[in-house]
């Protein structure tokens, strides 16, 4: 492997662990401030992410999370009883809940998606235009052949 090869790796890793480490502060200090634990965000980000035509169970969250049933029903009690979500009966099997986001906690979610972000505002008040144009620029190209990667 070259030097370059190993510089530009070091230097994406190196971004990479900023981002998220950034991203993840901000919404941890979000969720603290609305009296959330970070399984119950975490909970609350799958369920928006799934079909709603197949709906989300405790399981399907419990497996994410990787803990058990139990204790996947005593945080969704709390988002429950804090308007978060709600437990419908499953149009495909009675036996079953499905889990969804209220509105209310749709909104909640967009919050603490706007939270992990406020980092990217500050960073751009530090970045002259020209210097944005650029990492910009290279982003796009990455992410371009990050595409390209993956088809293959």
């Not at 939270?115 to 235009?129: G, I």
């Amino acid at each position: 492997m070259s030097d370059s090869s190993k510089s530009f790796q070091e230097a994406v890793r190196l971004t990479m662990c900023q981002v998220r480490h950034l991203s993840m502060h901000h919404l941890w200090r979000f969720a603290k401030e609305q009296g959330f634990s970070m399984a119950q965000m975490i909970t609350l980000r799958h369920i928006y992410h799934q079909d709603p035509a197949k709906g989300c169970s405790i399981s399907d969250i419990s497996g994410w999370l990787g803990v058990t049933n139990a204790a996947v029903s005593q945080s969704l009690d709390k988002l429950v009883d804090q308007g978060l979500v709600e437990r419908q009966e499953n149009p495909h099997d009675r036996r079953s809940k499905q889990i969804l986001l209220t509105p209310k906690g749709e909104e909640m979610l967009k919050k603490s998606m706007q939270a992990k972000q406020t980092w990217l505002e500050d960073l751009a008040a530090h970045l002259m235009p020209e210097e944005q144009t650029q990492i910009e620029s290279a982003f796009r190209l990455l992410t371009e052949k990050i595409t390209d990667m993956e088809k293959s």
